[in-house]
């Protein structure tokens, strides 16, 4: 019982925290003009890289050729 509650607070006292990081995080995003949102970074760190619209119809038209040969290939 008594280490139940130790470790309810200890969650406690490290969600509080985080919420003091994430909210620093978001100050010093917001004065270096970078992105704001958690999304635009990488967990390295690094800009989270974008696809076209004609990227991503391309890779799903070359990956259904290759399912469809993989299929074909198993049913021999």
Do not use: F
């Not at 607070?9 to 490290?14: D, N, Q, R």
């Not at 995080?25 to 974008?50: I, M, Y």
């Amino acid at each position: 019982m008594k280490n139940d509650r130790l470790v309810q607070l200890a969650i406690k006292g490290l969600e509080a925290e985080r919420a003091r990081i994430d909210q620093e995080l978001l100050e010093l995003r917001k004065q270096s003009g970078g992105a704001v949102g958690s999304n635009d970074l990488t967990p390295s760190g690094r800009p989270r890289r974008r696809m076209s619209a004609a990227a991503k119809k391309k890779i799903s038209e070359a990956m259904k050729r290759r399912y469809a040969a993989l299929r074909a290939g198993s049913k021999k």
